[in-house]
Structures are given as structure tokens and as C-alpha cells.
């Protein structure tokens, strides 16, 4: 529910620029006539995270919408952190290895799958905190890591390309190596969507040096992310244009774009 997805989502956007969240704040707006059940529901969901992360909510507002002027409910949240050391996007470097810490796809798909009235236990979000994950990463690796991401809006095709835009770089990834469930890649190929356009609300991308990058994949999976792979390596850019080239199942390379439009209705 919008709830979970909110805290989960702003403690994760804390931890891709390296900061340990240390509090939240909240505004609620929902329209008029939204039960009060469903209400409490989505506030309880969003303060069970906050408590589970031991992650204060400091303070919030709520306002309430005339009908018709607001589709049911809206949370905004803002996370709160401390950084020893930033975590910007525009610090890649040719050689850095490219690392995604579980399958993909898998919130957008159970958002799809719901659109399409598809009805499987094989389709539910992803969404979760990764504190537990991200925090001994920040410890021990922070000097290592030059880029984070949770691959959200536009999922793994768009995190890549404004990384190889922030950086003037290329990018080369394996596609072979980009975990994702196969119930994921039927209802993508069924419904003429790429996998690697789906959002994804419990995975981190992180790009690290060549060095460090056997280590903290190592960490990782010790965290218990078993499917965390090193899926490509980043190049100094011999073009005008900055890319991410993907090295497909059948060992051809196509250019992987962004995404173009809204591929699932925008929850987040």
C-alpha cells in the first residue's frame, strides 16, 4: 500500500547518497469521502516501517481535498540522514562494475499484472527498506561506491542512462547476468514491455570500483541478496552520444534507451 511504498521508498532514497536515515516527516492529503479504514490502513503501514527501522517521524501535515479534486490519497514524505560522505551520481569511472542486488522488475510488474486484472501469487511488489543492506555497504565500502540507485521510475534502462549522461561514459552490461524472475519476463514479453523499463522498490544499483567489487557483492550476499550479480562495466566514451550497450542472450549488442512514456500507472 501507499504507506509502506512511502517510508520505504524515502529511507531508500537516504541511503543512495550514502546517508543513515535518522528521522522522517510526512504530509497526507486525501479526498474527500476516502474511508476511514483504508486511512488508517495506509498511515499504519507507512508508521510500521518507520518503527521497524527504529526511524523517528518527527512531524507531518494532512489536509483533506474537496471531491473530484484529487484522485483518493497523497503521501509525501522526507527522509532525514547523516552522510560522512556523499554519494553522487556523476562519479563514475571507466572500469567502475556495475552491480544490481536482486531481480528486477518486480514491483512494476505486480503494478502491471493488477492493471491487467491478472490475478498470481507469482506477482508482488518488491518494496522494502534497505537499511539492513545499505548501511554496512556505507561502513565498510563508501570511498568504493560511485554511484547508487534504486531503480525506481523507468527501472534498470533509465538509472543506467542517466548514469552514462551524469558521467560521459558507456556502459556494457551482460544481459545474462541482470537477475530477473522468469514469470517477470513472460508477462513483459506477453504484454510488449521490457523488463529492464519496470520499476523496482527493493533493489539497489550501485557502481564501484573494479578493485572493491568482488567484496561488496560478497557482502551483499552474505545479507542474505543471493541473486546479486556484477551485470556490466563502465568505459571511457569514444562517441558524441553516451550509452548503455547491452550484450544480449544470443551474444549481439543492441543500444538500451530509456524509456519513453508511462509504461504502468505512476504510483510513486
Known amino acids: 500500500d501507499l504507506g509502506k511504498l512511502a517510508a520505504a521508498g524515502t529511507i531508500n532514497d537516504t541511503l543512495m547518497v550514502g546517508g543513515k536515515p535518522v528521522a522522517a516527516l510526512d504530509a497526507i492529503v486525501v479526498q474527500e469521502g476516502v474511508e476511514t479504514v483504508v486511512l488508517k490502513q495506509v498511515v499504519d503501514s507507512m508508521i510500521n516501517v518507520f518503527k521497524e527501522e527504529g526511524i523517528p517521524l518527527i512531524g507531518g501535515d494532512f489536509k483533506v481535498m474537496p471531491n473530484k479534486h484529487l484522485d483518493g490519497m497523497v503521501i509525501t514524505t522526507v527522509g532525514l540522514g547523516f552522510a560522512e560522505k556523499l554519494i553522487v551520481d556523476n562519479m563514475i569511472r571507466p572500469g567502475d562494475k556495475i552491480i544490481v542486488t536482486g531481480p528486477i522488475g518486480e514491483h ?88 529492464l523499463n519496470l520499476a523496482s522498490e527493493g533493489v539497489a544499483m550501485l557502481a564501484v570500483t573494479p578493485d572493491a567489487a568482488n567484496q561488496v557483492l560478497d557482502l551483499i550476499q552474505k545479507q542474505g541478496y543471493k541473486e546479486a550479480s556484477i551485470i556490466g562495466e563502465a568505459s571511457k566514451s569514444t562517441s558524441t552520444t553516451d550509452l548503455v550497450v547491452l550484450k544480449t542472450q544470443i551474444g549481439g549488442y543492441r543500444i538500451l534507451e530509456p524509456p519513453s512514456g508511462e509504461l504502468v500507472p505512476r504510483i510513486c
Open 108 to 195: 512494476g510488474a505486480a503494478i502491471l499484472a493488477a492493471q491487467q486484472n491478472i490475478t498470481s501469487h507469482e506477482f508482488r511488489s518488491d518494496v522494502a527498506p534497505l537499511t539492513k543492506l545499505m548501511i554496512p555497504i556505507i561502513n565498510e565500502f563508501i570511498d568504493k561506491i560511485h554511484a547508487a540507485r534504486d531503480p525506481t521510475r523507468g527501472g534498470v534502462a533509465m538509472c543506467l542512462n542517466e548514469w552514462v549522461k551524469n558521467s560521459a561514459t558507456t556502459i556494457v552490461c551482460n544481459e545474462a547476468d541482470i537477475p530477473v524472475r522468469e514469470p517477470v519476463i513472460n508477462l513483459c514479453e506477453m504484454m510488449g514491455i521490457d523488463h
